[in-house]
């Protein structure tokens, strides 16, 4: 038993190291960058959105920080919104461990012909096989008979020879 607790806790602390890196992970995509863009860059993409016209004076609509994961944009005040990628903790699948254990290698086509070779022929003649099974039982039984009657004329004829 004591194996087995062991075992438990392994895996719960495994667990518990995945879901802390998970939980680090989540919070680098959440917090927003260190590396913002100055304002000079940021006046330089109003103008761009507003069609160069002068900028608003109103600063409640900033434009959104955008964040890069997969995709490194050519342009250069983009190119600073690209985040790092995520480090996952290694994962051990316990399926790839296990070893594989070879296969017999058989010829597909010695599986291509029935076992028996006459198992279609006994089908489909089974049913003049159970005619003729009754005829003959039928003419067995008849030569028995008559085989019986011969034997008790031939007796019949010693007794009166005798008398």
């Known amino acids: 038993m004591g194996?087995?607790?062991?075992?438990i806790d392994q895996a719960s602390a495994?667990?518990?190291?995945r879901?802390?890196?998970?939980?680090?992970?989540?919070?680098?995509?959440?917090?927003p960058d260190s590396d913002q863009p100055s304002d000079a860059s940021k006046q330089d993409r109003k103008n761009i959105t507003n069609g160069g016209e002068e900028p608003e004076e109103n600063n409640n609509d900033k434009l959104p920080n955008m964040k890069f994961r997969n995709y490194l944009p050519h342009d250069k005040q983009l190119q600073e919104g690209k985040l790092a990628p995520v480090a996952l903790p290694k994962f051990e699948d316990p399926v790839v461990v296990a070893p594989i254990e070879p296969q017999k290698a058989e010829d597909p086509f010695l599986n291509i012909?029935?076992?028996k070779p006459n198992w279609d022929l006994k089908r489909d003649v089974q049913k003049k096989l159970d005619k003729l099974e009754k005829r003959t039982q039928?003419?067995?039984?008849?030569?028995?008979?008559?085989?019986?009657?011969?034997?008790?004329?031939?007796?019949?004829?010693?007794?009166?020879?005798?008398?």
């Open 3 to 7: 194996g087995e607790e062991e075992a």
């Open 14 to 17: 495994a667990r518990r190291e």
């Open 19 to 31: 879901l802390r890196a998970l939980r680090a992970a989540k919070e680098l995509l959440s917090t």
């Open 113 to 115: 012909a029935p076992k």
């Open 138 to 163: 039928k003419a067995l039984y008849e030569l028995a008979l008559e085989q019986q009657r011969e034997k008790e004329a031939s007796e019949a004829e010693d007794v009166m020879v005798e008398s």
